[in-house]
């Protein structure tokens, strides 16, 4: 997952990570199980309500219920956006599809794996891998803020909500002209009740998203795991769960 999750990021800039709106109020959001019981059955009306882990009634590390329902919300959200990236990226690169230019300032063109996109993430050079966890990285710090304009989601903020890019002595030392949802402003005038609908859209296409990247993973390294992609993805030999073909963690003690 973490191999193609980055490999999607590679295809174009996220720019429906987060829900977000210029210029909006900070809204307090305390959800409760009886919420979530709620959203359960608009989203699928026909499996409803599904914990069987009863992780609804959980206090992680010590919160309070709400706190964690909204830190459960909030990552099946992310999860879900990742994934969609992931299943998008996966069809792309599996499709031989790339930028025409180089990958690299020395000229390096991007990769070709014969559409093995697992493959293809191997051959990636290491320097530009880090480049990708840096946004990455960057992209987290950001989304935990806490500020008057956006509560964090554990703390009433709206799950999924990713702050807007802001400058100044409370922001980025610089201007950034886009925000990662709606850059041109296009949903401005979106109702509520329009929103709504389409983030249960991207919840189900995200949980949609979660099985097939998995499905295309898990058929490539344990062939006739999954019998409908039997002959469709090509076998892949290396660590999918592995950022870097070398084990720089491992090399101290001869583990590769």
């Not at 193609?4 to 709106?21: D, W």
């Not at 992310?78 to 690299?104: D, E, S």
Request: hydrophobic share 45%; with cysteine.
């Amino acid at each position: 997952m973490m191999k193609l999750a980055v490999l999607a990021a590679i295809t174009g800039f996220s720019a429906a990570f987060a829900p977000a709106q210029v210029g909006r109020a900070s809204t307090s959001v305390a959800e409760t199980k009886a919420d979530l019981e709620a959203l359960a059955k608009k989203l699928n009306p026909v499996v409803g309500f599904y914990d069987p882990l009863n992780l609804a009634e959980a206090e992680f590390w010590g919160t309070s219920n709400e706190a964690t329902i909204g830190f459960l919300r909030h990552a099946e959200i992310k999860h879900g956006r990742v994934a969609m990236f992931a299943f998008v990226g996966y069809i792309v690169h599996a499709n031989g599809i790339k930028f025409p230019w180089a990958m690299q300032m020395d000229g390096t063109p991007f990769p070709d794996a014969n559409g093995n996109p697992p493959a293809l993430w191997d051959a990636v050079s290491d320097d530009a891998k880090w480049q990708i966890f840096s946004l990455i990285g960057f992209l987290e710090f950001w989304s935990e803020l806490s500020t008057p304009n956006h509560k964090h989601y554990m703390a009433g903020g709206k799950p999924g909500d990713f702050p807007d890019f802001t400058s100044g002595p409370d922001g980025l030392p610089h201007p950034v002209p886009f925000n990662l949802y709606d850059p041109f402003k296009l949903s401005k005038n979106m109702s509520e009740e329009k929103k709504e609908r389409r983030l249960r859209a991207e919840i189900n296409n995200g949980r949609a998203a979660m099985l097939g990247i998995f499905g295309f993973l898990s058929e490539q390294c344990a062939e006739g795991s999954v019998p409908l992609l039997k002959g469709v993805v090509p076998h892949y030999d290396g660590e999918p769960m592995a950022p870097f073909v070398t084990n720089y963690l491992g090399m101290p003690f001869e583990l590769n």
